[in-house]
Each structure stands twice: as C-alpha cells, then as structure tokens.
C-alpha cells in the first residue's frame, strides 16, 4: 500500500487492506445446528463470510475483525466466537 | 496596476479578488473583519463571481474551506486571535490533508485578559499545524503576498495551507499608497488550480481515513519535508514575482544594512519599519554598525539563510512578539537552535516586545540594542511598567 498524499485512500481498495491483524477474537463456525439461513453473511460488516455448500459457512481470515456480529445475530447459535490463539 | 491610497483589509481583499477564489468562508472577529467585510460585498454586487459561506464559527470557517478545497476549489478564509485558536483543529486536518488553503491572519493578541490589539501569540501558537506561514512587513506586503500565497501553496510539489500573517491594526486598519495587482497581471502570474486528487462522484476518494501504525509516520514524514523542501518555491515565487510584478521585499528573509553590522537586530511583521528607523538613526547619527534581519517565512525556518546573515555580527538581539510561558520568546529560541553546533560566537539575546498593542517606539529601540550587554538567563521583557506590578521585583 502506497501513501497517497496527504493520506487519501482511492475507492475499491478494501481487498489491499488486510483488516484481519485487528483480529482478537476469531468465529468457529460449528455446523451443527445451521438451517442455511444466510444471516451471517448478511450481518458481516466486511463482507468476509463465505457459503461452502449447504449449511456449511466459513469466514475469510484475512478480512474478519472479529467484531462478533455473526455469532451474536445467528438465530441457532451455531457460531462460536473464542480467543485468537497462536 | 493601478496605486491607490486604501487601507491594508481593503487592499488584501482586492488582491483576493483578482485571485479568483471559489469558496471564501470566515467569521467576522476583530481586527480580520474588514477583509471578509469587503469580500462579502464584493460577492453581493458581483465583483467577484464566488461562493461565500456564512458560517456560526471559526471552527466552521475552516471546516467549509477544508471541504470545498478538497472538491478541487480554490478556498480563502481570514482570523485572528481565539478565532484561530478555534479553527485549530480544522488548521491540522487542513495540511494533513495537503490542501491549499489560504488563511490570512491579522495577528492579535490572545485571552485572557481579553485583549484584540496587535501582538503575534495566536500565529505563532498554531506554529506546528503544518502551515505555511509567511510574515508582511507592510501593507503593500501584505497584499502581495496574498497572490503569491496562491502560487505556493498550489504547486503540485509544495500542496500545503499557506498562513499570511499581518499585524492588526498597524496593518489591517492602517491607510496607505498601495499598487494593486491587475486581474491581467494575477491571471498571468497565479494559473487556474487543477489538482491530481479532488472529491468527485467519477472517480470516489476518501480525505481524513485512518492510518494506523504502519503509514501514519510516513504521511507526517512527507508533511514535514513537504513543509521544508517548500522553501525552494517561495524563493521562487518571490524572484518571479520581482520579474513580472516588478516588486521584491525577501523570500525566505531580507537583509537591511548587515554587510558590515555588528549588531543585527532581528524580527517579524510591521515591527521590522521600527527597528529600520532606530538602524538609520544610528547609522547616520553615531556612525553604529547596526544592521536588520527579517524573517519573511518562519515556517518552513529558514534555518541556512538565518544563520548566514547573522553569523558574522558580534551582537543578534530578537525580538518576539509572543512567546512560550514557561520558556521565553519562540522566534529567540528558533534563531538560537541555529547558531547550535556552528563556528559564530555571536552573543544572542531575547526581547518580547509589543504583547498586546504595547507601543514599540524607536526609543524602545534605542534601549534594546544600548543595553545589549546586560545579559540575563531570561528574555528580557521590554517596557515593563513596574508601577502596575506591585513593587514585584524585574
């Protein structure tokens, strides 16, 4: 990433930004009682969630900040968010 | 070019003028209101073919310029005093943001006690905002620096806020012969303002997003070489000004009878037509090596220029118009820094002089450079009047 001057920041460069340093907490994401209702994907303010095939949802690590909407917004609490470890 | 006998708000506004600004936002404060006074009339009848921005505050002044110049518009905007030290905020967004604004300050005192006559604590307080800040001896100063302000502050290498500071009163409200710039001549030197980067729906950007630990040191890196490599082009601006305008009073400094002097007084701003008059009366009286250094740009300081005017008097004696509490006069403490580590034992001495309208006579003058071998750790505080202290020991 170049500074522009004056740090101004060009339109369409969310995908240079790698905001998954500012990670704390991570989601699992259990797939054991989803219903495949698409709230969490809906819900992700950075657009990372991902639907793998049927009831099966993953999160983009690079981007995911671990703000917890999701699991917060998820109707069956399949989605788990616990401490990044490493 | 025509030469008319105004007054400096009036001659500054004309010179705004024939700028062709887009955007001219400001909040009437004294000792600024004339200048936006007469704008904002010149716009009402047509004079000036802008967009003035009423506004409930100094903070909103500086925020209307912030928004219109990042749109790619040409922006004015004028304050003194708490004005400028409610537009502060805005100031640093200004020039991080690398906009070329240009804010005219009629330099005034600060409160408490409140106090609207002329000193330079308000410029001088928003010293590290980034700005540019150029320093008018007069008022044909004043107005020609306005336009070149413009040139300085747009050119793709310097994109920085420029500060054109002019005491209050002495020459804000003061009348004289001023020539005024033709709108042929301002069309011929200051070319339209066409940045790379402005706000517009094509092409979104974003001003004032966050960088975080890895790139803001970087941004306020290229501020602050921004800010110095600027130099080069007031030096520039000013020579060019000199050809086609046929007008020169210094660029980063002006030297006034220090070839020869022993004694170099050394100051900004209207104070400097003083000191000359003490000089001449020296010179021509008692045949004294007395000599003037002014400091025309204080930010980017213009540290080399500074040190090689004065490095061969025996005697540098600042005078300051505001200062650090705490510390003393911050013009001394520049001029001093430069001297740090060269060959030159010049004795330099601090004055704060002036504060908040006090008269600064060629007597005042007189007693600075005759006394410039009492030498104490303190800048010394001239024309105290001890009667009003209390029997306080000086």
């Known amino acids: 990433m ?83 470890e490493k | 070019m025509a030469r008319t006998f105004t ?63 990042a749109t790619g518009a040409r922006t004015y905007t004028a304050t003194t005093s708490q004005g400028m030290l409610l537009m502060t905020e805005v100031l640093f967004n200004i020039s991080g943001m690398r906009l070329p604004v240009v804010l005219t300050c009629a330099n005034r005192a600060v409160s408490a006690p409140i106090n609207i006559w002329n000193d330079q604590q308000d410029s001088i307080s928003v010293r590290d905002a980034g700005w540019i800040q150029l320093y008018a001896e007069d008022i044909q100063e004043a107005a020609d620096l306005h336009l070149q302000a413009f040139r300085i502050a747009e050119h793709p290498d310097v994109l920085l806020p420029v500060m054109v500071c002019m005491d209050g009163f002495v020459l804000t409200h003061s009348y004289e012969p001023v020539d005024l710039v033709s709108q042929e001549e301002a069309d011929e030197f200051l070319p339209p303002y066409r940045p790379e980067y402005y706000l517009t729906p094509k092409d979104p950007l974003t001003y004032g997003a966050m960088l975080g630990p890895e790139a803001y040191m970087e941004s306020r890196y290229q501020l602050d070489k921004a800010l110095r490599d600027s130099s080069r082009m007031i030096v520039e601006v000013a020579g060019e000004f000199k050809k ?109 002089i002036g504060l908040g309208g006090r008269d600064m006579t060629v007597e005042s003058i007189l007693n600075v450079i005759n006394d410039r071998a009492v030498v104490s750790g303190q800048d010394k505080v001239v024309d105290l009047n001890e009667s009003l202290l209390g029997g306080q020991k000086l």
């Open chain 1, 2 to 84: 170049k500074v522009i001057l004056g740090g101004l920041i060009k339109s369409g460069t969310s995908r240079e930004n790698h905001t998954g340093s500012w990670r704390n907490y991570r989601p699992v994401y259990k797939q054991k009682t989803c219903i495949d209702c698409n709230i969490c994907i809906t819900v992700c303010p950075d657009s990372c969630v991902v639907r793998i095939s049927e009831k099966k949802f993953d999160f983009d690590p690079d981007y995911c900040k671990g703000c917890g909407m999701c699991a917060e917004e998820c109707p069956v609490n399949d989605i788990e968010m616990i401490l990044e």
């Open chain 2, 7 to 69: 007054e400096g708000s009036k001659a500054v506004a004309e010179v705004i003028r024939v700028c062709r600004p887009n955007v001219v936002s400001a909040y009437p404060i004294t000792p600024q209101t004339h200048i936006v006074e007469e704008l904002s009339a010149m716009v009402a009848n047509g004079r000036l073919k802008a967009e003035s921005v009423n506004v409930e505050s100094e903070f909103s002044a500086a925020s209307v310029v912030l928004g219109a110049s």
């Open chain 2, 244 to 352: 086609k305008i046929g007008r020169y009073q210094g660029a980063l400094i002006d030297t006034y009878k220090t070839e020869d002097a022993e004694v170099i007084l050394v100051a900004m701003g209207s104070v400097l037509s003083t000191i000359k008059e003490a000089v001449d009366k020296l010179r021509d009286e008692g045949g004294q090596k007395v000599g003037v250094l002014k400091v025309r740009s204080f930010r980017p300081f213009p540290k080399e220029e500074v040190y090689s005017a004065l490095e061969g008097a025996s005697d540098v004696l600042v005078m300051d118009r505001a200062f650090s509490p705490g510390s003393g006069g911050v013009l001394t403490t520049e001029v001093k820094a430069t001297f740090c580590g060269r060959k030159s034992t010049a004795n330099i001495k601090g004055h704060i």
